[in-house]
C-alpha cells in the first residue's frame, strides 16, 4: 500500500475516533428527552451512574480507535497492531451506544440543546 493511501485511511479511521470523544464529554446529559436510563441494563444503572458509564466507554472506544489510526499511518514499523485496536474500539464503541440506548425508537434523531 502507498504511503499516501494509509495515511489517507488513518485520517478517516482518525476522524471516526474523535467523533467518540466529543460525544463522550459533552452529549449524553445534553440530550433532550433522553430518559437517563438504559433498555439493557433495565435499573441496575440509572441517572449520574449510566451518564458516567457512557462517557467512560465513548472515551475509551475513541481512545482505541484513534490508536488504531496511529497503528494504520505508522503500519512499517508497527504491523498487525491496527487489527485488534479496530477490533477493542468497535466493540466497546458498539457497546456504549446499546447501553446509552434507552428505547425510545421516535427520537432516532437526537436533538441537542444549542449552546447560547
Not at 26 to 51: C, F, H, K, T, Y
Request: glycine share 12%; with cysteine; charged share 10%.
Amino acid at each position: 500500500m502507498t504511503a499516501w493511501l494509509r495515511y489517507l485511511i488513518a485520517f478517516v479511521v482518525g476522524c471516526h475516533g474523535f467523533t467518540n470523544i466529543p460525544f463522550g464529554l459533552l452529549v449524553p446529559a445534553r440530550l433532550i428527552e433522553w430518559q437517563g436510563r438504559s433498555r439493557l441494563l433495565g435499573g441496575a444503572v440509572s441517572g449520574d451512574r449510566l451518564n458516567t458509564l457512557v462517557r467512560a466507554l465513548h472515551l475509551v472506544a475513541g481512545a482505541a480507535i484513534l490508536s488504531c489510526a496511529a497503528a494504520i499511518a505508522v503500519a512499517p514499523s508497527a504491523p498487525g497492531w491496527w487489527r485488534p485496536l479496530a477490533i477493542v474500539g468497535a466493540a466497546i464503541g458498539l457497546g456504549a451506544f446499546v447501553v446509552f440506548y434507552d428505547g425510545q425508537a421516535r427520537l432516532l434523531v437526537w436533538k441537542v440543546p444549542s449552546v447560547p
